[in-house]
C-alpha cells in the first residue's frame, strides 16, 4: 500500500538544507554542463532513466511515467525510482555534480526541493534553452498553477498543483467546538497542552503552508517577506511555541499521533486530510477547519533536471514532460486525494480519473472543499530565497532544538 512521504531527518540531511542555505544563486552547481541545444536529440538506443522523489510525487505518477515507457520501449529501456528527503537533496546532488559522476537523471521536488537547487544553480534551465521541445505551458495550466510555475525561475516544470491549506485537522471525539480564529487556537493549546502538532517546515508541505499562511491570518505587514514582513508570525509562533511538545520531522508522525489520540489538533492541507484517511492511517470521521481570514497557500510538484544530463537523456526527459502535461495523464493524479486535486492543467475533471480515485475521492472527499477554494484567495509560496530565510529563521528561534527524527 502506497503512504505519504515519511521524511526521516539524519545529521545529513540538516547539512544538506544548511549547504541549500549558504549558496548563490546563480552559482555554478559543481561546474556541471548543460548540453547544447544541438546535442539534445533523442537516442538512437533505448536509456535507463534515473528519478529521484523527495516529495511524494510518484504516488501521483509513477503510473504516468510508466504509461511512458511503454508507448516508447525505444526510448527508455528501464525507470529506476528512489526516494530521500527534501533537505539532503541540494547536498546529494551537488556531490554528485562536483565528482563528475551524477546518477539522478529527474528531481519530483516541491518548492523546498527546488529552492534549494535554484539557490545553488543545480538545476538545468528547461525553459530558457529547450521551451521549444516543451508545450505552451502559461496556456495549459490552472491560473494559480502558472504562478507556480513563475517560482521555477524556467528551471522546472509543474506537474501537479493543489491549493493545499492551512487547514486544522481534529479529533472530534476530543475537540466538540474547534477553534476558528487564530487567537481562539492559541488559548485552545494554552487550556490543552501537548495536544497540538504540527512538524517542521523545511520537510513538511503542511508545515511549510502553516508557517506562510499565518501572515494572512495574522494580517501581517508582508506575507511574502518574512525577515521584515512577519512580526506577528514569529511572535504567535513563539507563543504557540510553549504548548508544543515537540516538532517531528516529517507529516505522517503527525498524522499517527493524531489517528492514535496523543495528539488532538494537527495542521494540515486538503491531501494530507484525504489521503491518510483513504489509507486507514487517520479515522475516517476526523474533521477539518479553516481559521478565519484565511488565504490558501497554493502548493506544487516540480519536475526538475540536475545539470550533468547528457544530451539524449535531455531529450528523453523534456518528451516525458510533455506527455505527463496530457489530459489523459493529468487525470491520473487525482489519485487517492493525495495531492487534492492534483491536476495542474486546464479542463481536468475527476470524471476523467481513473475508477480508483473516483470512488476514494467520493468516499473520502469533503463537499466543502470546492466551496473553500472558490470563495477564498489564493497565492503561492515565498520564493527560493525567502523560503530558505523562513525556514533558517523558524529553525533558530521556534522550533529547531525541538525537532525530533522519526
Not at 147 to 170: F, H, I
Not at 224 to 251: A, C, F
Request: net charge negative; hydrophobic share 35%.
Amino acid at each position: 500500500m502506497r503512504t505519504p512521504r515519511s521524511a526521516l531527518l539524519t545529521l545529513a540531511t540538516a547539512a544538506g538544507l544548511l549547504l541549500a542555505g549558504c549558496g548563490a544563486p546563480g552559482s555554478d552547481g559543481g561546474g556541471a554542463a548543460e548540453p547544447s541545444a544541438a546535442d539534445v536529440r533523442l537516442p538512437a538506443k533505448a536509456v535507463t532513466l534515473n528519478i529521484i522523489d523527495v516529495a511524494g510525487n510518484l504516488q501521483l505518477t509513477e503510473q504516468i511515467f510508466e504509461n511512458y515507457r511503454k508507448e516508447h520501449p525505444e526510448l527508455i529501456s528501464k525507470i529506476t525510482y528512489t526516494k530521500a528527503t527534501s533537505p539532503e537533496l541540494a547536498g546529494k546532488v551537488k556531490a554528485q555534480q562536483d565528482a563528475g559522476r551524477l546518477d539522478i537523471d529527474l528531481v519530483l521536488t516541491g518548492t523546498d526541493g527546488l529552492s534549494a537547487g535554484l539557490e545553488q544553480g543545480l538545476w538545468v534551465d528547461l525553459l530558457g534553452k529547450y521551451s521549444d521541445k516543451l508545450p505552451d505551458l502559461k496556456s495549459q495550466y490552472l491560473e494559480p498553477a502558472s504562478k507556480m510555475q513563475d517560482l521555477a525561475q524556467g528551471q522546472g516544470v509543474v506537474v501537479t498543483y493543489y491549493p493545499s491549506g492551512p487547514l486544522l485537522e481534529y479529533n472530534p471525539k476530543a475537540v466538540s467546538d474547534p477553534p476558528s480564529t487564530a487567537d481562539e487556537l492559541l488559548e485552545w493549546a494554552k487550556a490543552n497542552p501537548k495536544k497540538l502538532m504540527y512538524a517542521r517546515p523545511s520537510n513538511s508541505g503542511p508545515g511549510r503552508t502553516w508557517l506562510m499562511g499565518l501572515p494572512y491570518i495574522l494580517g501581517d505587514s508582508d506575507p511574502m517577506d518574512p525577515e521584515n514582513g512577519w512580526d506577528k508570525t514569529w511572535k504567535y509562533l513563539k507563543d504557540l511555541d510553549q504548548y508544543i511538545e515537540y516538532y517531528p520531522s516529517g507529516t505522517t508522525q503527525t498524522m499517527q499521533e493524531l489517528g492514535e489520540g496523543s495528539r488532538d489538533i494537527i495542521v494540515s492541507t486538503t491531501g494530507w486530510d484525504i489521503n491518510p484517511r483513504v489509507l486507514g492511517q487517520v479515522p475516517k470521521d476526523v474533521q477539518v477547519q479553516a481559521l478565519d481570514g484565511f488565504t490558501w497557500v497554493t502548493d506544487a510538484h516540480y519536475m526538475v533536471v540536475p545539470k550533468g544530463v547528457s544530451g539524449e537523456k535531455l531529450a528523453v526527459l523534456l518528451d516525458l514532460m510533455k506527455f505527463s502535461l496530457q489530459p489523459q495523464q493529468q487525470a491520473i493524479t487525482f489519485d487517492k486525494g493525495y495531492f487534492y486535486p492534483g491536476p495542474a492543467i486546464q479542463g481536468v475533471t475527476l470524471d476523467m480519473a481513473p475508477a480508483e480515485s473516483r470512488q476514494a475521492i467520493k468516499e473520502y472527499g469533503r463537499p466543502e472543499y470546492d466551496r473553500l477554494i472558490a470563495d477564498h484567495p489564493k497565492a503561492p509560496p515565498l520564493d527560493a530565497k525567502a523560503l530558505v530565510a523562513a525556514f533558517d529563521r523558524w529553525d533558530r528561534e521556534i522550533g529547531g532544538q525541538k525537532v525530533k527524527k522519526q
